[in-house]
């Protein structure tokens, strides 16, 4: 076991996102010494610390603070509640709690960990837990990289813990499982490993690709839920800088991570994916982004893989209907009107008309325009405008809306002004009829 001092106040100078959470921590330390229990930090905080401080890499400020406690951690939190103001916000059935703090009226989010073991009964699936000794807890986890903790408290109290040569593969930047089973009994690992490489510029251990060939002859891939399988995607998306993207879905197909999870992938669609995941910026909700991603993600001629990631039968059914209704618009499409491309595309609800755009290059172009322009075209002129001007209520006003919108988009009516001249115009047609 290496053991490595460490300067505890600057590690928590580095890592704190708030410098109120420094008194919240030594009241946590001094709760955990008064117990005879050890508190400690593990995993990506204590990897981005020393990437940081080693090896001057430039990392952003951890979000996630896992705090580990060797101990009981319920009754742990009770008695430290008696000095802080706080609560328990949520229990897992993995010995964890999310517990919000208020230090001088800020508010915190904080997860604590139980030092635990974990016991995978089956491939793929999720372990059962024990609370354990800190070793365990640093064996069970991913990486080398990952495995490193930092004391709080007594026996270890600004120590750095290294079990698995973990600070030489950081020196190294490998990714480096901690045994060959990993990835049979989490397969979410590989998609884990994928990120540290590109987001840190690392490489893959041999281990790592031993861990691979030992997952592929297990098919642990395959067994992997569809849930979570969406979910490691979609990270991919949120958890990483958008400069990443292209290298970690490639990175995905080249490593044939895809296909052994049984999704049916078209590389040559990442590029339009990415481009037009770059437009969307703020213009649709977070949701229906991720949603649009994984869309965007599976071949187009192999849409029943949209199953395998977890999506219902009606959505996909409307994904298939939509682009079979492009497919067959497309051999015209250079003769249609602009009007009558966006009188399609508004039929077809955005997240999918995306997908299209993804899917069939010759239209993305006009997607994007509509996304971004046309459909947020409308009248300057209300309803009820237009009834003071003598259109009847009724159907009247729709046509007339509708009208003065191809007019606008087709760039011949420009002001308010305009707009009233054209429902005059139409009104005097319709008097000499
Ligand atoms: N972990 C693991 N296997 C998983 C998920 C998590 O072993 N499938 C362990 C790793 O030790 C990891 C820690 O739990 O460091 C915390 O997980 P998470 O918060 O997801 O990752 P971070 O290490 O904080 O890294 P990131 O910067 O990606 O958030």
Request: net charge positive; hydrophobic share 40%; aromatic share 12%.
């Amino acid at each position: 076991m290496k053991k490595i001092k460490i300067e505890l106040e600057d590690f928590l100078k580095t890592i704190l996102p708030d410098q109120k959470l420094f008194k919240f921590l030594s009241l946590a330390q001094d709760v955990s010494k008064k117990r005879g229990e050890f508190l400690y930090f593990a995993g990506g905080v204590v990897r981005d610390y020393l990437l940081k401080k080693l090896y001057k890499k430039k990392i952003p400020k951890t979000k996630d603070l896992d705090l580990v406690l060797q101990g009981e951690l319920r009754s742990f939190l009770k008695e430290l509640f008696e000095k802080v103001k706080g609560e328990i916000l949520f229990e897992s059935q993995f010995l964890t709690y999310k517990v919000k703090v208020n230090l001088n009226g800020k508010e915190f989010l904080i997860d604590f960990i139980t030092a635990r073991k974990e016991v995978y009964e089956d491939i793929a699936k999720l372990p059962k837990v024990f609370t354990s000794h800190f070793k365990d807890d640093i064996l069970r986890r991913d990486f080398t990289i990952n495995a490193l903790i930092i004391g709080l408290s007594p026996p270890y109290e600004g120590i750095l813990i290294d079990l698995v040569k973990g600070e030489e593969d950081l020196k190294k930047g490998l990714i480096r499982p901690l045994n060959l089973n990993s990835f049979v009994d989490d397969p979410t690992r590989i998609f884990r490993g994928i990120r540290y490489k590109v987001r840190f510029g690392f490489n893959f251990s041999e281990d790592f690709f031993l861990a691979l060939k030992r997952c592929f002859e297990k098919s642990a891939l395959k067994k992997l839920s569809g849930t979570r399988l969406a979910n490691e995607l979609k990270l991919y998306l949120t958890k990483e800088p958008e400069k990443n993207l292209k290298d970690l879905l490639m990175t995905t197909y080249e490593l044939n991570i895809f296909e052994e999870a049984e999704l049916k992938i078209d590389k040559k669609n990442f590029n339009s994916l990415i481009r037009l995941l770059k437009e969307l910026k703020g213009e649709i909700t977070e949701k229906e982004k991720e949603k649009f991603f994984l869309f965007g993600l599976v071949n187009p001629h192999f849409l029943e893989s949209l199953y395998r990631l977890g999506f219902l039968d009606p959505e996909v059914k409307e994904l298939i209907r939509y682009k079979g209704f492009i497919k067959e618009t497309l051999p015209n499409w250079e003769k249609i009107s602009l009007w009558e491309k966006i009188k399609i595309f508004e039929k077809i609800p955005l997240t999918y008309l995306l997908t299209l755009g993804v899917y069939f290059p010759k239209i993305k172009k006009e997607v994007v325009k509509f996304f971004k322009e046309y459909r947020k075209i409308k009248p300057e002129l209300t309803g009820e405008e237009l009834i003071k001007l003598g259109v009847k209520e009724g159907k009247e006003i729709g046509a007339l809306l509708d009208l003065i919108r191809k007019e606008k988009v087709e760039g011949k009516v420009k002001s308010k002004e305009e707009e009233k001249n054209l429902v005059n115009q139409f009104l005097l047609k319709k008097s000499k009829n």
